[in-house]
């Protein structure tokens, strides 16, 4: 059964900082993975979707990458706001979706 | 307008009442779901229909039952409810022909059992 990780759980840093965030997970044979972020009290948005038989995608600040041998994604996010802070989640899809926990996401003015 | 909505946005009862959320999509999905977040943010599918079959059905009480009357409405009736159903529960829909289309979410129910 697949298994999604991310690490951290909880990520703090000031306004302005480039950071990484970070996703694995156990089965590689994947159709897609996404980023998604959670605000309190509200719905996931997805971010970017990679599709497995591409590396990354870019969004603005946001790069994701994709390494489905490895069983790893990242989340690239480029000069931090406090906007950015939210709970952000991965996913990848089999038969269905499987998520990881997510990692929040603090940005300090 | 709201692509995946779903109603009520909170809910309060008493263990034991029965209660309904439903949830409608104006994305042209032929595929919806429902998830329930628990308290540690981890989202676990419950149901997952695709042009009114049911196609996922993961381990989840019979005391839940999922009802779609159009592609477009995905409804989640649940009786005697107990205190462990206290969570957040999200619809979400996509293009199942398409297995590169974005998963969209509504705003969440979420329920308190008391």
């Known amino acids: 059964k697949q298994e999604v990780t991310q690490i951290p759980a909880a990520l703090s840093v000031p306004e302005g900082e480039n950071l990484v965030l970070n996703c694995s997970f156990t089965?590689?044979?994947?159709?897609?993975l996404q980023w998604f972020r959670q605000d309190p009290g509200k719905g996931l948005t997805s971010l970017l979707l990679i599709q497995s038989s591409q590396r990354e995608q870019t969004s603005g600040r946001l790069n994701a990458s994709l390494d489905k041998s490895s069983g790893r994604s990242t989340l690239y996010i480029a000069a931090s706001q406090p906007g950015d802070s939210a709970t952000y989640l991965c996913a990848v899809s089999g038969n269905q979706f499987y998520f990881g926990t997510g990692t929040s996401l603090t940005v300090i003015p | 307008d709201t692509a995946v909505s779903q109603t009520p946005k909170y809910l309060v009862t008493q263990m034991g009442n029965d209660k309904s959320i439903k949830c409608e999509q104006n994305?042209?999905?032929?595929?919806m779901y429902w998830y329930k977040q628990d308290s540690k943010k981890f989202l676990k599918i419950m149901f997952s229909?695709?042009?009114?079959?049911?196609?996922i059905n993961e381990t989840v009480p019979n005391r839940f039952s999922p009802k779609s009357p159009d592609k477009a409405h995905l409804n989640l009736h649940i009786n005697s409810l107990e205190l462990g159903d206290s969570a957040v529960y999200f619809c979400a829909s996509n293009s199942e022909n398409s297995r590169n289309e974005k998963l969209f979410f509504g705003s969440g129910t979420q329920l308190s059992v008391l």
């Open positions: 229909y695709n042009n009114k079959e049911l196609i």
């Open positions: 994305l042209g999905h032929d595929t």
């Open positions: 089965d590689s044979a994947i159709y897609n």
